[in-house]
């Protein structure tokens, strides 16, 4: 929780965010995800001043489990001093206990996203779905709660002016939005109108902007001029045999099977699960992960 220290911004977990994506598709399957193609409604998470702070937070936490998909699971929540913004303690249930930061006694408004990301927590635990090391699984864990359906409400709790700033969770805002554009693509939602940050949602234009490009990517046919010429000059370097060193920046890779054809690697714009297609043309695959027909020109 940033609470009036500087805010990291840009993209510095992206492939942890999207290794993420990838592992929430395989764990879940492309139906389960698509249970979630509603988002938590602002108004059932809404808390105002006047709500009593522990009914309002079991309210907020019991809206959150059922969004969840938990039914058998009970969240006690209380508040005390700490330096993150909450804790749970996971353990085998039905009951899980989660501690507040005591600072949402008079932040209430952002009480959902704090509950959001503890209570992502349980949901992956139960599935037995984690990464290695805290950082990576603290990601994982924002980026399912986005992905899912919860994490607006974490990207609407970022704000920043020249003299103040608060965010929660791990990813950058802009990674948030990003996640969050990606959601908005697979299931047709336009969550602008949720966010009452004005920071919250340029930090999602940027990230819609930045997940935009993944599907503009070559061998996609629409790849730009720049990116297809590109990718022709490296067709040509593969077709011919010769090693081409490897690039940070590009987002595919040719591999000649012994005794088979040409064939070029790149991620889903989706679900960022590897695909290999035949260098032929035009092609049209479809993602044995997500589901997403793509089209190519390779």
Same mark, same amino acid.
Not at 4 to 13: C, D, M, R, S, T
Not at 225 to 237: E, F, N, S
């Given at each position: ?13 992206? $492939? ?13 399957? @492309?139906?389960?995800? +698509? ?11 809404? /808390? ?6 522990? !009914? ?6 019991? $809206?959150?489990?059922?969004?969840? %998909? ?8 209380? /508040? ?11 353990? *085998? ?5 989660? $501690? ?16 959001? +990301?503890?209570?992502? +927590?349980?949901? !992956? ?10 950082? $990576? ?9 986005? @992905?899912?359906?919860?994490?607006? !409400? ?46 919250? @949602?340029?930090? /999602? ?6 997940? %935009? ?44 099977? *012994? ?12 679900? +960022? ?10 092609? %049209?695959?479809?993602?044995? !992960? ?9």
């Amino acid at each position: 929780m940033a609470n009036g220290g500087p805010v990291e911004h840009g993209y510095p977990h992206l $492939e942890t965010v999207r290794a993420a994506v990838t592992a929430l598709y395989r764990r879940l399957s @492309y139906d389960t995800v +698509h249970r979630f193609d509603a988002s938590v409604a602002p108004a059932d998470v809404a /808390f105002c001043d006047s709500d009593d702070l522990y !009914l309002g937070a079991q309210r907020v936490a019991r $809206e959150l489990v059922r969004h969840y %998909r938990l039914p058998d699971a009970r969240m006690i929540v209380g /508040f005390r001093e700490m330096r993150h913004a909450a804790n749970v303690e996971l353990a *085998a249930g039905p009951e899980y206990f989660i $501690e507040l930061n005591e600072r949402f006694r008079t932040h209430r408004r952002d009480i959902g996203a704090a509950l959001a +990301h503890e209570i992502m +927590h349980v949901f !992956l635990h139960r599935l037995g779905l984690s990464f290695p090391g805290t950082r $990576e699984n603290e990601i994982l864990t924002d980026t399912a709660t986005t @992905y899912l359906g919860a994490g607006w !409400l974490l990207l609407d709790a970022y704000r920043e002016d020249a003299v103040s700033s608060q965010k929660l969770g791990y990813l950058t805002p802009e990674e948030f939005g990003y996640v969050l554009a990606k959601r908005a693509s697979v299931f047709g939602e336009d969550p602008s109108t949720w966010f009452t940050s004005v920071q919250a @949602y340029e930090a /999602f234009v940027r990230g819609r902007e930045r997940a %935009r490009l993944d599907e503009r990517q070559p061998p996609l046919t629409a790849a730009g001029w720049v990116g297809r010429r590109r990718y022709a000059r490296d067709r040509r370097h593969a077709q011919d045999h010769r090693p081409l060193a490897a690039a940070g920046d590009v987002p595919y890779v040719f591999v000649l099977d *012994a005794g088979g054809p040409l064939r070029v690697a790149f991620s889903c714009p989706t679900c +960022h699960q590897r695909i290999r297609v035949p260098v032929r043309g035009r092609v %049209r695959a479809r993602c044995g !992960l997500c589901g997403t027909v793509l089209e190519c020109d390779t």
